[in-house]
């Protein structure tokens, strides 16, 4: 691997840890699941680097497009903060 994309996949691991700490620590329910989006987004760039563009065309759809508009529909029907 170039330097570059080590580089790359090191900042996206990271950003994928701190949104993943910052999701199970806010209390807005719609703000953790932004930071879910984010984190996995963060993965999804790491895929691509790895050079797994199959998994990338599978992996975001579902986990940055379809699963935070299905937990926001969710929240809709519940609270939006938790106690």
Do not use: C, H, W
Not at 31 to 59: E, G, K
């Amino acid at each position: 691997m170039e330097p570059v994309a080590i580089l790359l996949a090191t900042a996206a691991a990271l950003l994928s840890v701190i949104a993943t700490y910052l999701a199970i620590e806010a209390k807005d329910l719609l703000v953790a699941t932004v930071f879910s989006a984010v984190q996995s987004t963060a993965y999804a760039l790491m895929y691509y680097i790895l050079m797994a563009p199959d998994i990338v065309l599978v992996y975001v759809p579902v986990s940055v497009g379809l699963l935070p508009a299905v937990t926001i529909l969710l929240i809709k029907k519940t609270e939006r903060y938790e106690r």
